[in-house]
């Protein structure tokens, strides 16, 4: 098993942070586009290479993100319809996700076997997540998926109508 922490900057003009592991050794850096249409987070591995991309779409009546792994997109986040509170549902083949999401706290399925899990940390300045792999295999969507997530929730509350 193998232990990540994303640890985001709380004031970040250019949406960059970096992965850790177990040793604090950088893992993965993340950089997001800022004033830029659609909005992206590249994630890039050690050598800079981009491992995975998630990307806000930019003409939709309700929000939907996309995210690629190695050039394939794996999964996509939709807002669905819903007039008190916001919910979202995740489309991907083979992978689900069990728990409470939304608030951090959640396990990683591919076909039935757990290969993730994520929990946020509380009590630290900005947000904080400890995420473990299960299936080294799965460590790049695992990540992706949890910066796409937090990206919903950070676009839900930026939203004028936070509670649509």
Known sequence: MKQLYIKQKVVSFKDKFTIKDEQENDAYHVEGSFMKIPKTFSILNTVGAEVALITKKVISFLPK?????????????????????????????????????????????????????????????????????????????????????????????SSPSATT
Do not use: P
């Open 65 to 157: 993100f996309y995210v690629e792994v190695n050039g394939q997109e794996v999964l996509t986040i939709n807002k669905e319809f819903s007039f008190f509170k916001a919910r979202y549902s995740i489309d991907a083949a083979g992978i689900e996700v069990h728990g409470n999401w939304w608030d951090m706290n959640f396990e990683v399925f591919q076909y039935g076997e757990a290969v993730g899990k994520v929990n946020k940390e509380w009590f630290t300045w900005g947000d904080s997540y400890k995420v473990q792999v299960l299936n080294e295999e799965m460590e790049t969507i695992i990540i992706a998926l949890v910066i796409a997530i937090d990206c919903v929730k950070a676009d839900q509350a």
